[in-house]
């Protein structure tokens, strides 16, 4: 994880580069292991904007994110969260476009 972060940090600061990374930011952020790369998932996020959120899913993609921390905050450590599973049990069940 400590690479991955440090490879987003590297490129995410071009916001219009960063809306094209929505699903590896997302995908990433589901295996956060960690309230410190909760946060730098979230703040990722928070830096696209609220124009972002119109854009492709990228409200959605957050909204998993969220929901994927909510889910392993409340779980034994013990438990695995699968964002695939969180993702069905939001009602999605053909997936999201994560764009």
């Given amino acids: 994880m400590k690479d991955t972060l440090q ?3 590297d490129i995410v600061h071009d916001v219009d580069l960063a809306r094209g990374l929505v699903l590896p930011i997302t995908i990433a952020g589901c295996h956060a292991g960690t309230a410190s ?14 124009e972002a959120a119109a854009f492709g899913n990228t409200g959605s ?8 921390f909510r889910r392993r905050g409340r779980s034994k450590r013990s438990e695995r969260v699968d964002w695939t599973q969180v993702m069905l049990d939001m ?8 764009i």
Avoid: P
């Fill in 91 to 98: 009602g999605w069940e053909a997936g999201i476009l994560l």
């Fill in 7 to 9: 490879r987003l940090d």
């Fill in 37 to 50: 790369e909760e946060a730098f998932f979230k703040e990722r996020f928070s830096r696209l904007s609220s």
């Fill in 61 to 68: 993609a957050l909204e998993l994110m969220e929901e994927v």
